[in-house]
């Protein structure tokens, strides 16, 4: 987000304290963040319909500038699946490419002034609205679900159903003698949990930090005066896109390494 500090309206925050209160907290039923699924599904379909549109012009011949920048971010994701991934499988490329731009998406909305979307959404009876995604702890949970899921597939499909199982009971201490798997078994089946739930959890808890911390940093530099929040804010804005850009290719790059590492016999 920006640095744009709009005062005023309903429900305006009375002190720097309620400001910032105000910012951290999410549209919610109670169930779900609604800020955060609806902002997610639009960006979705952002990322859908800019590849779709960019597939639809694409040319042989002189590229346009869409054509360029998704070929450019085609082959960064190529480059580190190719350097990562090294068994066959149609879907770890496109699974990639979508987490890196999504992902992407979603940390790039700490780029809106704070105070624009809930301030428009104010007018229509919305009072509370957190912009960013993937500065709410449960979608970043919920994404690294979605790659727990998929190191487990994957770990399936390479080894099959009994060969993963195995695995869990006999890696990463191999024992020799049926006594002596029998005993480490719950021992290396305690370690393959940890590993295995470490994993998602680390990649959730990694990108929330960064993230929460930049909407945080925000939003303090918004309660400052109209001049020290440009003066501070157009740099932290300049170095927060390298954040931004990072976490979108850390997640991306560390889940197709968590991907191969699912396929490979230990």
């Known amino acids: 987000m920006t640095t744009e500090h709009v005062s005023g309206g309903h429900h305006a925050p009375a002190n720097a304290t309620e400001y910032i209160q105000h910012h951290l907290t999410h549209n919610s039923n109670g169930t779900i963040n609604l800020d955060t699924f609806w902002i997610s ?37 190529n480059d580190t699946v190719n ?25 790039a909305m700490d780029f809106l002034p704070v105070d624009l979307l809930p301030k428009l959404l104010s007018f229509v ?5 957190r912009v960013v995604p993937t500065a709410d702890v449960n979608h970043t949970f919920g994404m690294s679900f979605g790659v727990l899921i998929c190191i487990i597939g994957f ?32 021992v290396n089946f305690i370690f393959q949990m ?3 739930f470490a ?19 925000f939003i303090l530099i918004a309660l400052l005066p109209w001049w020290a929040q440009w003066l501070l804010g157009g740099p932290w804005a300049i170095f927060h896109i390298l954040v931004v850009t990072l976490q979108a ?6 889940t197709v390494v968590y991907l191969a590492l699912a396929v490979e016999k230990h």
């Open 41 to 77: 599904l639009i960006l979705g379909f952002v990322f859908l319909g800019l590849f779709y549109m960019a597939s639809r012009r694409a040319t042989a011949g002189v590229p346009g500038k869409l054509q360029n920048f998704v070929e450019w971010i085609m082959e960064l994701v």
């Open 83 to 107: 350097s990562a991934f090294h068994a066959k499988s149609k879907v770890i490329a496109p699974l990639a490419i979508t987490i890196f731009v999504w992902v992407w998406l979603l940390n």
């Open 155 to 186: 770990s399936i499909s390479a080894k099959g159903l009994g060969g993963w199982g195995k695995e869990l009971f006999t890696a990463p201490f191999h024992a020799h003698g049926t006594v002596a798997t029998i005993l480490l078994a719950p």
């Open 194 to 196: 940890l590993e295995l």
């Open 199 to 217: 994993k998602p959890i680390s990649l959730s808890l990694r990108l929330f930090g960064n993230m929460y911390a930049g909407e945080l940093i």
């Open 249 to 254: 290719f850390v997640f991306m790059a560390l």
């Open 125 to 129: 009876g919305v009072n509370y609205l």
